[in-house]
């Protein structure tokens, strides 16, 4: 089974600053990938490549085999390659169903809008969102939205799902329920990337992490040994703190 | 939509389509001009009231269907035919001018649309070799008799209207609706779920220029004379946009509502107040800002869920 | 062709810029800090106009000594007129705005064809020129470009010099910043319609001179401002006056080459491949569109 | 359906009925006038108000018009169409259908002119144009359309048998037309004029409708160094010509200005940059006739028109709006009868002297091409130079 989604030299220059510098990674199908990685790593810009937010200036993307580096934002969603939004961005004056309902129309490729929106109360009520359907999406609280952007992910019927911090600003109760709702994706066969600060998250879900530093992979392996792997530690928490860690590691061996 | 909007609708037709037997030809004139300015509002409807994209395109397309059916019509086909191929021009110009403008937004949109409206002035003006410039385009008066003149031109117009109509129910149910709605309100969330946001706007700044044409088309011969100045005019192209606020944005009744009732406000306060009829319409679009921010149809919700 | 004729058009290019350049300045700061199409400003440029021709035909007031008060009077009005109508829907999407000072605008025009009817007027006075061999630059033609470097000069000393140019920046930059840093948003919005309308005043003073004021050429005015803004760019305090040479020069040369007709045709294709090309302008910043 | 609905749509649909005036009166005779009273026209449509008003006064004061031997008082309908050319439509339906008028004169413009001619002979309606002048307004065949105004090519012919005579050295004629149906005719026929005249034509440009700034044509006309130079186009338009030439040092010994110089706003925002401008005008105060008319003279119509607190003198659009007024009247009378086909039969036959000239109008319903005054501001006032017969001055070269 060829590969979903390989990157193979990617990179992204905004003028002097090379934001992702050759970026080269694959993604099997049904991986659970954690992307991790300090603020300003360039993580949210990998994924506006990966998505043609942003057109990358050096490598390519391929998804499912096909090369769809320049592919607009749109053509991604329909071939299955769907992302949430780190800062929610919903339709504001739609309904719960009716934001959902743009998912399963178009990405999701429903048959007519009734069809759609079918799909969409089906895709809420397993989000928990059932009761909100007909509120206003601009009224409901951040956990709410947080589900809404899952659903709406969903009912776009993707094969591989980009999640960009979705966790953020929850509590520690509302993050199990989400990382119940993910493990509940991740069962169906839908490939999911996690893209995440909190090691709870990562480390209880991912098959394999992937720590992005200053634009560029320093480290791709399970998650174990990626998080005791010098480079990443000092990444996160600095030289000084690297080497007493790997000290401190390598006394008790 | 409401579920009074098509019995509304259908009595708005049957009023239209009675006037020529229940009043004199002056009556179905300003019948005419209401089902004219209808078809506009309605083809602005598409993209400044579901899209989202404040055009004041409109006399441009208005005075290009003219100058189109004008030409074809002088070149010997029938009426109806120049009608349509003015339509035809019309989306062509539309998918080409669409590719400059559409990649602009809000204010600089605005004014890029209103600049159309000054360009194709300026081109119809100097190209005196095909439009006759300055001194304007002749068209062959039509035979008939006044009245049945009057009937022709009143169901030409209310069948353009009608056509527009029909295609905004359409719209507004379907896909194309759906997307740009979600374009109106968020445009890069709109592009994320899929929906291919440049070719859904294209969609919509032709679907608002098809019907100009025609209606520009049927207006030229009906007139029997053009000219530049006349034919794209400024008050024209911002006066479509208030009667759509007027009726309510985004909805099937909104533009048919305000063309109707912006045109019948012109009639009575026109006649009444003779020396500052400008200043009294200029009152009603501010009051209209303040107090109907709905348009009429907001009106009629607010009082719904009040 | 002789380089005398070319300089002439040149130079004709450059002080009608700089009359495009007056004529645009308000309206620049107003969209760029308030982000509101003004479409009141070209029959403010026009009532200030009557207005001269008024003190000059019945009173003898020089349109020089007429440009600052007639400048006050408008600034007063149109600050009075911001806090009072528009702030309440400056925050609304450009339609309603435009909407409403569309509205605005026929009101005025109403009243001023009622008061003043539309025969063209002008001051009757001839500032005379100043010839270099076959070149001729009039007076009144200087006297512009002399204005439009003052109204920016002015509103750089305004905007970088004052308190209140500060706090319209910061209203620019971030409106609910500014707001919590303590500034009345509000008030500043009217001071910067009221400065905006004073330009508009100013300009119409000096146009009493250079051109024959009369209702029917609000629309032209307004026409102007807005290839203006698009060519110069918004947020920049010499956005307009860039904008206004460019667009004087493209005209001129245009018209030329390819006559009176294509001269006009030149001004609206320009801006639209600015806008196309560079959405902010030469000069503008990002952030404005 | 909600309350507020249906109260707004009533309340308009009532008030469009009351607009409707009730049934005609008693026979009268009935002229239709749409009016810009508002709008880029409204100085324009203010003159021919004032002319028709002047007009009316002296008719009813005669009693009426005798129509069969019954004297019919005259009422005049008009409405202001505001310089738009869908409500001049409106309006010619509004005047034919519901107020029923007799007769029509045309609005100002040459466009919003054919408009209402469309309108008006689909009805069989006569309509009296006093404004119109290009052949361009007549070319649609229409049958019941005339105009007051001589074809303006007889203008340039005058002006080029003035110029040759008492200037013969000019030579070199420069032309900047306005892109408008009536200045645009005036600056090809000028052109042709002089071409046939043996003038050389050194300079000819057209300039679009809102022009705000005349610098680069005229620095190029310059260059060409004509000794005639001829401008058409509307007032402003011509003022603001007139100060760019002194702005830019640009001039000529014949400068002409169509129809600048026939209007007192012209010569009152130019001051003394006016002086020594040439036009031709279709009449002039200074044409002293004899007619049989109400006025029975130019110096009555004068009179009238200073009585009534008019400013200055009237000029041609005064003149010409009256003379239409007094062709409707000729031709019902010589009809007897307010059968539009018979009046309009009657006006095609019209052969009368007016006290702005005479009136007779020809197969396409201009009246007859006639020598037409030269006019030159001199001192301030248009002062007549030809034809010889009215001559008032000489030709003066401008400074």
Same mark, same amino acid.
């Given at each position: 089974m060829?590969a ?11 003028g ?29 810009t ?41 800062v929610?961005?919903?339709? #504001?004056?739609?309904?719960? +169903?009716?934001? $959902?309902? &743009? !998912? ?9 809008? *009734?069809?759609?929106r ?7 009520e397993r ?5 909100e ?6 009224i409901l609280?951040?956990p709410?939205?947080?589900?809404l ?8 019927? #993707?094969?591989?799902?980009? +999640?960009?911090? $979705?966790? &953020? !600003? ?9 990382? *119940?709702?993910i ?48 480079? $990443? ?21 | ?76 086909a ?16 539309a ?87 979600c ?26 220029a ?97 | ?34 982000n ?75 009243v ?34 002399i ?54 005043g ?10 024959p ?77 | ?6 109260r ?166 420069a ?23 043996g ?13 705000m ?36 040092g640009?001039?000529a ?110 197969g ?32 003066r070269?401008?400074?």
């Amino acid at each position: 089974m060829s590969a979903l989604l390989e990157l193979r030299g990617l990179g992204k220059r905004f003028g002097g600053i090379e934001a992702v510098r050759d970026v080269s990674l694959t993604v099997q199908p049904g991986e659970i990938v954690g992307l991790i990685g300090p603020n300003g790593a360039g993580k949210t810009t990998l994924v506006n490549l990966i998505t043609g937010v942003h057109r990358a200036t050096a490598g390519t993307v391929r998804f499912e085999g096909a090369d769809v580096t320049y592919q607009r934002p749109h053509e991604a969603a329909r071939r299955g390659l769907a992302r949430t939004f780190q800062v929610v961005q919903p339709f #504001p004056q739609m309904t719960a +169903l009716e934001n $959902v309902t &743009a !998912g399963a129309l178009f990405a999701g490729a429903a048959g007519s809008v *009734a069809a759609a929106r079918r799909d969409a109360l089906a895709q809420l009520e397993r989000v928990g969102l059932g009761a909100e359907a007909h509120k206003p999406a601009s009224i409901l609280t951040l956990p709410s939205r947080k589900r809404l952007e899952l659903a709406k992910s969903l009912a776009m019927k #993707p094969k591989l799902l980009l +999640l960009d911090e $979705v966790n &953020a !600003g929850l509590n520690s109760s509302e993050i199990d329920a989400a990382l *119940a709702l993910i493990r509940g994706i991740a069962a169906e066969g839908v490939t999911l990337v996690l893209i995440e600060h909190l090691m709870k998250v990562v480390l209880s879900l991912s098959t394999r992490i992937v720590v992005l530093h200053q634009g560029a992979l320093i480290a791709d392996g399970p998650p174990k040994t990626v998080v005791d792997d010098p480079r $990443v530690v000092e990444a996160y928490l600095g030289a000084r703190f690297a080497q007493r860690h790997v000290q401190a590691r390598d006394s008790h061996a | 939509m409401r579920a009074w909007t098509l019995p509304v609708l259908a009595a708005w037709i049957a009023v239209l389509a009675a006037t020529p037997f229940v009043g004199d030809n002056y009556l179905v004139k300003i019948a005419t001009f209401v089902a004219f300015y209808a078809a506009l509002a309605l083809s602005w409807n598409f993209i400044g009231g579901l899209a989202g994209y404040p055009s004041f395109a409109t006399a441009a397309f208005v005075g290009l269907g003219s100058y189109a059916g004008a030409l074809v019509q002088n070149a010997g086909a029938p009426i109806v035919v120049a009608w349509i191929a003015a339509a035809g021009v019309c989306a062509m110009a539309a998918a080409a001018l669409g590719a400059i403008v559409l990649r602009l937004r809000g204010h600089y949109f605005a004014i890029g649309s209103i600049a159309l409206v000054e360009i194709l002035s300026l081109v119809a003006s100097w190209w005196s070799g095909l439009t006759g410039g300055g001194e304007g385009l002749n068209l062959a008066f039509l035979p008939g008799g006044p009245d049945t003149i009057a009937r022709v031109f009143l169901y030409a117009m209310l069948g353009i209207a009608v056509l527009a109509l029909v295609t905004t129910v359409a719209v507004t149910r379907g896909r194309l609706g759906f997307g740009l709605r979600c374009i109106a309100q968020n445009e890069d969330a709109a592009e994320m779920v899929g929906i291919p946001t440049t070719r859904y706007k294209m969609a919509a700044f032709v679907l608002s220029a098809v019907f100009c044409g025609a209606a520009g088309a049927a207006y030229a011969s009906w007139v029997a004379y053009i000219a530049p100045s006349d034919a794209f005019s400024i008050l024209l192209t911002v006066k479509v946009p208030v009667m759509v606020l007027l009726g309510g944005a985004g909805t099937v009744l909104g533009p048919v509502l305000g063309a109707t009732a912006l045109v019948l406000l012109e009639e009575t306060v026109w006649a009444r107040f003779l020396e500052f009829h400008q200043a009294i319409l200029g009152a009603v679009i501010v009051a209209l800002i303040f107090f109907l921010p709905g348009g009429l149809l907001g009106l009629a919700a607010r009082r719904r869920t009040a | 062709m002789d380089a005398a004729l070319l300089a002439q058009v040149v130079l004709n290019g450059l002080m009608l810029g700089a009359l495009y350049a007056c004529i645009a300045a308000g309206f620049s700061l107003v969209w760029g800090v308030l982000n509101v199409i003004d479409m009141l400003h070209g029959s403010l440029i026009i009532l200030a106009g009557y207005l001269t021709c008024s003190l000059w035909s019945e009173w003898h007031v020089h349109p020089f000594a007429a440009l600052v008060p007639v400048g006050l009077v408008l600034g007063l009005a149109g600050a009075v007129l911001q806090f009072v109508l528009i702030n309440r829907v400056v925050r609304q999407p450009v339609l309603t705005t435009l909407t409403l000072t569309f509205g605005l605008d026929m009101i005025l025009y109403n009243v001023m064809n009622a008061v003043f009817d539309a025969t063209p007027r002008r001051v009757t006075l001839d500032l005379g020129r100043l010839t270099f061999g076959d070149v001729v630059l009039p007076w009144d033609r200087i006297a512009a470009m002399i204005v439009a470097l003052g109204l920016t000069a002015l509103l750089y000393a305004v905007l970088r010099g004052s308190k209140l140019g500060r706090a319209i920046v910061a209203v620019r930059m971030d409106r609910e910043a500014a707001t919590l840093m303590g500034i009345r948003v509000p008030r500043i919005y009217a001071l910067t319609f009221g400065l905006g309308a004073f330009m508009a005043g100013v300009c119409g003073a000096l146009l009493a001179i250079v051109y024959p004021v009369t209702t029917n050429a609000t629309g032209q005015l307004l026409g102007k401002a807005f290839i203006v803004c698009v060519v110069g760019g918004l947020g920049t305090v010499p956005g307009a006056l860039a904008g206004g040479l460019a667009l004087g020069v493209t005209e001129s040369l245009g018209s030329h080459w390819f006559g009176p007709q294509a001269a006009a045709l030149l001004g609206f294709a320009l801006m639209l491949v600015l806008l196309v090309v560079r959405p902010t302008g030469l000069l503008g910043r990002k952030g404005y569109e | 359906m909600t309350v507020t609905l249906t109260r707004l749509l009533r309340t308009l649909g009532a008030a469009l009925l009351l607009s409707a005036p009730p049934a005609a009166l008693a026979q009268t005779l009935k002229i239709g006038a749409p009016l810009a009273l508002t709008g880029a026209l409204a100085d324009e449509g203010r003159k021919q108000q004032v002319a028709y008003d002047l007009w009316l006064r002296r008719i009813n004061a005669a009693g009426g018009v005798n129509v069969g031997g019954r004297k019919l008082k005259v009422e005049l309908v008009t409405y202001d169409y505001q310089t738009n050319e869908q409500r001049a439509s409106q309006i010619a339906e509004k005047l034919i259908t519901q107020d029923k008028v007799d007769v029509l004169t045309a609005p100002f413009g040459s466009g919003h002119t054919k408009v209402v001619a469309g309108v008006a002979e689909r009805y069989g309606v006569p309509v009296v144009a006093s404004v119109a002048s290009s052949e361009s307004v007549f070319n649609q065949g229409y049958k019941y359309l005339f105009g007051t105004l001589a074809p303006n090519g007889g203008l340039t012919d005058a002006l080029v048998k003035v110029v040759a005579k008492q200037l013969p050295a000019v030579k070199r004629l420069a032309v900047l037309g306005r892109e408008d149906v009536f200045p645009k005719s005036m600056a090809a026929s000028m052109a042709d004029g002089a071409k046939r005249a043996g003038l050389e034509i050194v300079y000819s440009e057209l300039y679009p409708v809102n022009t705000m700034d005349f610098s680069s044509p005229l620095s190029k006309m310059r260059a060409a160094k004509p000794d005639w130079i001829f401008v058409s186009g509307y007032t402003k338009d011509l003022v603001l010509a007139r100060k760019q030439m002194a702005d830019l040092g640009v001039t000529a010994p014949v400068v002409t200005m169509i129809t600048g110089p026939a209007y007192r706003e012209f010569a009152e925002a130019l001051g003394p940059l006016a002086e020594n401008v040439t036009s031709a005008t279709w009449w002039s105060p200074a044409v002293a006739l004899k007619s049989d008319d109400v006025f029975g003279s130019t110096q009555a119509f004068v009179q009238d028109f200073q009585a009534r607190g008019e400013k200055g003198e009237p000029d041609y659009v005064h003149a010409s709006a009256a003379a239409a007024l007094i062709a409707v009247q000729a031709a019902v009378e010589k009809a007897g009868t307010l059968d539009k086909a018979k009046v309009r039969d009657a006006l095609a036959a019209l052969e009368i002297r007016t006290f702005y000239g005479p009136i007779d109008f020809t197969g396409n319903g201009m009246n007859a091409a006639r020598e037409l005054p030269i006019i030159q501001v001199q001192g301030g006032k248009a002062v007549v130079l030809a034809p010889e017969a009215l001559r008032q001055g000489a030709l003066r070269p401008v400074k």
